[in-house]
């Protein structure tokens, strides 16, 4: 990228923060990113419980993983949109960053639940137990916890603005927990394989099974993203009805 681009993209990110201007973007962008999510589903199921094979010790368990695996990178990379946001609101006081903040919390926890619960449901068959209190285990429970703490913080403080700075300081202390997780099975000895995917020494996945993870991770990540859209559009006309309700009642007081 020239130097002369990178100013006008950032002023393009910074015209988007302008919540009309947003709203037309996501309008624009709506109808594209469902038409992809549903391309890519459609290939990545097929490619995850048609075409891959069998693992030849998990057997036809290990097609858990193409929705346990992607739900569990969305669980974190949701938390760390959260805490992007969070400096945007305490930094630079972003007109949307506090809107995507709130946005994106009960997205990541439903995230975060599909990847504990098909961890359960993987962990049974294969460990002999619907859980165990080891690293990642446990810090992905935390993860779930702080994403409902959060949410309900949200919802006790009705002042917004001050709401979003409470809940910005909260989520920036939480953070510390994302590398914790990616981190945790290599810093401890846990019963929870460690990483096959992301490696520096590339993934130890068969290209059978690695091509239809991540079709399968782009496609959760386009819905994630499709899913913030929607929910910060719903957040911002909210808010408007909001600020007109207050105008209205504050005419009739005077």
């Not at 810090?139 to 703490?149: D, E, K, P, T, W």
């Amino acid at each position: 990228m020239t130097a002369t681009t990178q100013p006008q993209a950032a002023s393009s990110l910074w015209r988007l923060a302008n919540p009309s201007r947003f709203l037309r973007f996501v309008d624009i962008v709506q109808p594209w990113l469902i038409g992809l999510i549903v391309v890519l589903f459609a290939v990545g199921i097929y490619g995850s419980f048609f075409s891959a094979p069998a693992d030849y010790q998990q057997g036809e368990t290990v097609r858990i993983m193409f929705l346990h695996v992607p739900a569990a990178w969305l669980a974190m990379f949701s938390y760390t949109v959260m805490a992007m946001s969070s400096v945007g609101t305490l930094v630079w006081r972003h007109p949307l960053a506090d809107v995507s903040a709130k946005c994106v919390a009960p997205i990541g926890a439903v995230f975060t639940f599909i990847s504990l619960l098909t961890g359960s449901l993987w962990g049974k068959p294969m460990w002999g137990t619907w859980w165990v209190w080891d690293a990642r285990l446990t810090s992905v429970l935390v993860l779930f916890i702080m994403y409902l703490g959060l949410i309900a913080l949200w919802r006790t403080i009705e002042d917004p603005t001050r709401a979003a700075r409470s809940a910005a300081i909260l989520t920036l202390v939480g953070f510390i927990n994302i590398p914790i997780i990616k981190f945790s099975v290599d810093w401890w000895n846990t019963l929870h394989q460690p990483a096959s995917v992301i490696r520096l020494d590339g993934p130890t996945i068969h290209p059978s099974m690695l091509w239809p993870l991540i079709v399968m991770a782009v496609a959760f990540s386009l819905l994630f993203m499709l899913l913030h859209f929607m929910s910060m559009r719903t957040e911002i006309l909210k808010r408007r009805v909001r600020a007109m309700q207050l105008m209205q009642a504050a005419k009739e007081t005077n």
